[in-house]
Each structure stands twice: as structure tokens, then as C-alpha cells.
């Protein structure tokens, strides 16, 4: 009987520790009475009553991540591409995603098909491969509205994969190749206009350079023979000023000393033998030259007969 007492006690024990519910944080329990909805438990301690107080649901409030398979769409211009999607979502009334559709992933995974496939129906290829963000923007609109009644909020929608067709791929794929064998020519021919161009600009500016020079030295060449022939005529100009002072000199002199008509005579003469050494063929002898040859001549006879009584 004892040992049945301790049995019971243990047993009421066990049950009641199993009543006691402890709630992590970011995690939400649905509890329900008797088959019907009671409460969403919170973070913290809770006491379920036994039998009655069921725990149905263990809900994480936590940002969840699925990443759907590869789905077929269409394009407007009839192509079909494989295109898997990434979800971002957060549970935001336990209740509702509870209660609110059954198999809650498989729902969303069924509505964003369907959603991509009309988004992209509406696109042409070369559209939907270059309009990402509007794929992610319209499916996010789409999905959030149609997820709230279940409790769901779709926070981010990506496109992770497009997958066209293989000749689609290729097709691409050469022209791709031909898009970047046609930019690399034109950098290349831009590359080399530039250069010419420089090279041209460069010829120039030492054409310029070489012709300014040019015209410096010509204007220091100028510049010196100018000032060359300005001390060559500075210097003449001495020389004649020096020779008609001499000559200004040596006619005061011949005034100071009061030369005799003799010496006078005897002066032209010099000057008429210096005339007489040049290239001339006539000479006009004036008529007071003759009468001083004869005082000349007379002269050297007497000179000659004073040699000879001294020799004697």
C-alpha cells in the first residue's frame, strides 16, 4: 500500500514538472483548451493545465530564409527559363500562421510560382535578365499581401538563379564576345587617336619652340651686328675726328710759326710729288712749282759746290 502511495506521488510529480513550460525568447506556443484556441505563450514561465491544456504549435519569431528550386516560366517572346527564388520572411501572429493555411511553406512556395510566372510573362528576355529589382520589388508586394491573412510577413524576395536555355546561352554569349571585341576596338582606336593626336600637338609646340628660337637668335644676331656697326662708325667717326685735328693742329702750327713763301712752296711741292706717285696719266704743274724748281735747282748746284771745296 505504501509503495502504491510513493508510485501515485511520483507519478503526480513527473506530470506536474511536464506541466511546466518554459518559452524562449523569439519563440511563440500555441496553446488550445479542450480542442479549441486558448492562448499564444510568450517569452517566460507558463503552467499547462493536464489533459485539458494542450500545446499545439511551437512557432520561432525569429527572420527564416527558404530558398525555393529552380520553377519554368515563360517569357512574353516565348522562352523558357529556370528561375529559383530566395524568400525572406518573419512570422508575426503565431495564431494565424497556425490556423491560417495548412502546410504554410508549401503555400508560399506555390505562390511565388505562380506570382513569377506572371511577373515574367509579362517580360520580354533581354527584359527580365536586366530587371532584377523590379522581379524582387513586384514579388515582394505581391507575396506580403497574400501572406497576411496567414501571419506571414515577406520582408526581401531574390531572384537567384536565371537559367536560360543552352542556345540561349550561347546565342549570349557571342554576343557578348562581339559587344566586348567591339568596345576593345574602339578603345583601341581612341587610344590611338589620342596618341596621333598628342604626337601632333608635340610636333607642334616644338615647331613653335624651334621657331621661337629662331627669331630670338636672329633678334640677338640683329641686335649684335647693330651694335658692331654702331662701334665701327663710332670708331671711324674717331679716326676722321682724330685726322682733321691733327690736320686743325698742323695748319695752327704752320700759322703760329709764319712760314716764308719758300717753305710754302716747298710744302706743295711735297704734296705735288705725293699726287704725282699715283696712277694719274695728266698733272697740271701751277706756274709758282716752276719757279721753285728753278730756286730747287739752283740750290742743289750750290749744295754741289760746297761738297766739292770740302773734298778738295
Not at 80 to 103: A, H, K, N, S
Not at 108 to 123: K, Q, Y
Request: hydrophobic share 45%.
Amino acid at each position: 500500500m505504501l509503495s502504491f502511495v510513493i508510485g501515485v506521488l511520483i507519478l503526480l510529480v513527473v506530470v506536474l514538472i511536464s506541466c511546466i513550460k518554459i518559452v524562449p525568447q523569439a519563440h511563440a506556443y500555441i496553446v488550445e483548451r479542450l480542442g479549441a484556441f486558448h492562448a499564444s505563450w510568450g517569452v517566460g514561465l507558463h503552467f499547462k493545465i493536464p489533459v485539458i491544456e494542450k500545446v499545439v504549435k511551437k512557432v520561432s519569431l525569429k527572420e527564416q530564409v527558404v530558398d525555393f528550386p529552380p520553377q519554368p516560366v515563360i517569357t512574353k517572346d516565348n522562352v523558357t527559363m529556370q528561375i529559383d527564388t530566395v524568400v525572406y520572411f518573419q512570422i508575426t501572429d503565431p495564431r494565424l500562421y497556425t490556423y491560417g493555411v495548412e502546410l504554410p511553406m508549401s503555400a508560399i512556395e506555390n505562390l511565388t510560382a505562380t506570382t513569377l510566372r506572371n511577373i515574367i510573362g509579362d517580360m520580354e528576355l533581354d527584359e527580365s535578365l536586366t530587371s532584377r529589382d523590379v522581379i524582387n520589388t513586384k514579388m515582394r508586394a505581391i507575396l506580403d499581401e497574400a501572406t497576411d491573412p496567414w501571419g506571414i510577413k515577406i520582408n526581401r524576395v531574390e531572384l537567384k538563379n536565371i537559367i536560360p536555355p543552352a542556345g540561349i546561352r550561347e546565342a549570349m554569349e557571342k554576343q557578348m564576345k562581339a559587344e566586348r571585341e567591339r568596345r576593345e576596338a574602339i578603345l583601341r582606336a581612341e587610344g590611338e587617336k589620342k596618341s596621333a593626336v598628342l604626337v601632333a600637338e608635340g610636333e607642334k609646340e616644338s615647331r613653335i619652340l624651334q621657331a621661337e628660337a629662331e627669331k630670338q637668335s636672329q633678334i640677338l644676331k640683329a641686335e649684335a651686328d647693330k651694335e658692331a656697326a654702331i662701334r665701327v662708325a663710332e670708331g671711324e667717326a674717331q679716326a676722321i675726328r682724330e685726322v682733321q685735328q691733327a690736320t686743325a693742329d698742323g695748319i695752327r702750327m704752320l700759322n703760329e710759326a709764319s712760314p716764308s713763301d719758300a717753305v710754302i712752296s716747298i710744302k706743295g711741292l711735297e704734296a705735288f710729288a705725293k699726287a704725282a706717285d699715283g696712277k694719274a696719266t695728266k698733272l697740271i704743274i701751277p706756274s709758282n712749282l716752276q719757279n721753285l724748281a728753278g730756286i730747287v735747282a739752283t740750290l742743289k748746284d750750290v749744295a754741289d759746290g760746297v761738297d766739292s771745296s770740302t773734298k778738295q
